[in-house]
């Protein structure tokens, strides 16, 4: 299995930054994707930014500009740079993985997707 470890969370004022960042630790795994996601009371769990094992990024519509994703492959770490952040942006932010492990014969290589703790973010007006 593959488990992850985030940080970075807390509250900050309008117009402030945050880096959060995602640790993956485990054996027998090669790391896809990695990706952050939000989720605040009421609503769905919405994709925020994402980063490929090649470095290519996604970035939802409200955070393009403002927000930041990078990667350590070598450390299996991604972070996720939060600059001008509004209180829209006040949500609790899941790291998620796509990883692949050993497959069973007969099996795709398909990944597996794993999910962080979670983390708080506070933004104030």
């Known amino acids: 299995q593959v488990q992850l470890v985030e940080s970075g969370g807390g509250l900050v004022q309008a117009g402030g930054s945050l880096r959060l960042s995602c640790t993956a630790s485990?054996?027998?795994?090669?790391?896809?994707?990695m990706g952050w996601y939000r989720q605040a009371p009421g609503r769905r769990r919405e994709l925020v930014a994402s980063?490929?094992?090649?470095?290519?990024?996604n970035y939802a519509d409200s955070v393009k500009g403002r927000f930041t994703i990078a990667r350590d492959s070598a450390k299996n770490t991604a972070y996720l740079q939060m600059n001008s952040l509004n209180a829209a942006d006040t949500s609790v932010y899941y790291c998620?993985?796509?990883?692949?492990?050993?497959?069973?014969?007969?099996?795709?290589?398909?990944?597996?997707?794993?999910w962080g703790q979670g983390t708080q973010v506070t933004v104030t007006s």
């Open positions: 998620n993985v796509k990883a692949f492990t050993l497959t069973p014969v007969g099996h795709l290589p398909v990944p597996d997707s794993y």
């Open positions: 980063i490929t094992d090649s470095g290519s990024t």
């Open positions: 485990g054996s027998s795994f090669s790391v896809d994707t």
